[in-house]
């Protein structure tokens, strides 16, 4: 009903123009002494005509809004299936969107063009950089000192930051390469805490990690990174204490920290790309261990990761220190449909 009303008032001028002429005609007729059945007579026989032409009109009304409102969701693609124009006005329409149409995909393709060769320079930059990064670790390592530890910490974070920036464009980009296996989780946290050993050392702070025999169905490279950077802020924010890794139940992997905690109105935030908080935007350990501003990115690139390995991750927060709670999927777990 609604659209019917909503075709009578786009055709409101030619209806009134229409009821005007044949009441003219009318009145006319009446006047001149015409007898009463002709004028009704002569005025049916309009109606009638009136009607079939209003009834043809409608109906191409009807389907050019029908075609018009299927092209929702493929105007953007292709202008193909534009309903035929009826006049000139039509006509100008249809060469303002194709003109519209070509520019979108002149920019759209330029964008693509500029994206690739970004990504692709970038990508190549920052394996290139892997390069002088070992260096330097193989030079510090030949060394005993308080400042090589120092920079052996800080180009530890280098290298973590080169590893985010090549995952952040990886997960942008047209092709993943998860692969969902078994994988022993032992594994993957020994690689994790046998890097960052070094700056547990020169914190001081303690490792509470029993070994275990738990096999997960995850992509290992994938969920390293993400314990690597769990581990990673856990020592970014811990001034002193310990750091604890382990399975609780549920298939839930923990890393607690006896840290500065997370403020309570910046939790429901902290997945969010960019956000850092207010302890982010700070300095907290010092100097001597480097933990500077963050950069938002560590915790969004975390959860973009578990969410297509099929986790989930979670933070719990006070200031007794925070804690990491990641769901695994064990390894017994069948995912055939």
Request: hydrophobic share 40%; charged share 25%.
């Amino acid at each position: 009903m609604k659209f019917f009303s909503n075709y009578l008032y786009y055709r409101r001028r030619i209806i009134i123009v229409i009821l005007t002429v044949g009441a003219v005609f009318a009145l006319f007729m009446m006047l001149y002494g015409l007898p009463l059945h002709a004028v009704f007579y002569a005025g049916a026989i309009c109606a009638v005509i009136t009607a079939a032409a209003a009834f043809g009109d409608f109906h191409r009304y009807w389907r050019k809004f029908r075609t018009l409102r299927g092209l929702k969701n493929e105007i953007l693609l292709t202008l193909e299936h534009l309903p035929d124009c009826d006049n000139e006005i039509d006509e100008c329409y249809h060469t303002l969107l194709e003109l519209l149409h070509e520019e979108k995909r002149t920019l759209h393709t330029n964008s693509d063009r500029r994206y690739n060769e970004a990504v692709m320079y970038f990508t190549m930059w920052a394996h290139q950089i892997k390069t002088p990064i070992s260096a330097m670790s193989l030079l510090l390592q030949g060394m005993d000192t308080d400042e090589s530890r120092e920079l052996s910490g800080e180009l530890l974070k280098i290298e973590q930051y080169v590893k985010m920036a090549l995952c952040y464009i990886h997960m942008d980009g047209e092709n993943s390469d998860y692969v969902l296996k078994k994988c022993p989780l032992d594994k993957i946290i020994r690689a994790a805490v046998r890097k960052f050993s070094p700056q547990f050392i020169r914190q001081h702070i303690k490792l509470v990690y029993e070994p275990m025999d738990y096999y997960v169905l995850t992509d290992e490279k994938w969920l390293l990174f993400v314990v690597e950077q769990v581990i990673s802020n856990a020592l970014k924010y811990t001034k002193r204490g310990s750091v604890t890794i382990a399975v609780l139940a549920d298939n839930m992997l923990s890393v607690r920290d006896t840290g500065i905690g997370i403020p309570a109105e910046d939790l429901p935030r902290i997945f969010e790309r960019g956000y850092t908080g207010n302890n982010g935007r700070g300095t907290f350990n010092g100097p001597k261990t480097g933990a500077q501003a963050s950069t938002g990115i560590g915790l969004y690139l975390c959860k973009r990761i578990c969410r297509e390995l099929g986790h989930e991750i979670t933070v719990q927060s006070d200031n007794t220190g925070t804690e990491v709670l990641i769901r695994l999927t064990p390894a017994a777990v069948d995912t055939r449909d």
